[in-house]
């Protein structure tokens, strides 16, 4: 993965807007409210956009969000298509 993100403690932001484990918005909530949810679901705060206002967090499973953004990532890779041309000598 490119870049690095914030889980759990790490995020710094007092105030999260929130996407629940099956993608339904949560709505705006704490830092601490939403670790609470979190860790009673047994998953991850992950912050996906941090530059938005509030910033934006989803609670799921950090190693399937990295395979998932890594797997999109080499799909993203894989349909870009170089060109070349080629020269007569």
Known sequence: MAEKVNIN???RAPKLRVIGSTGENLGV???DEAMAKAKALGLDLIEVSPQADPPVARIADYGKYTYETSKKLKEVKAKAHVTETKTVQ
């Open 9 to 11: 403690n790490n995020i």
């Open 29 to 31: 909530l704490t830092k």
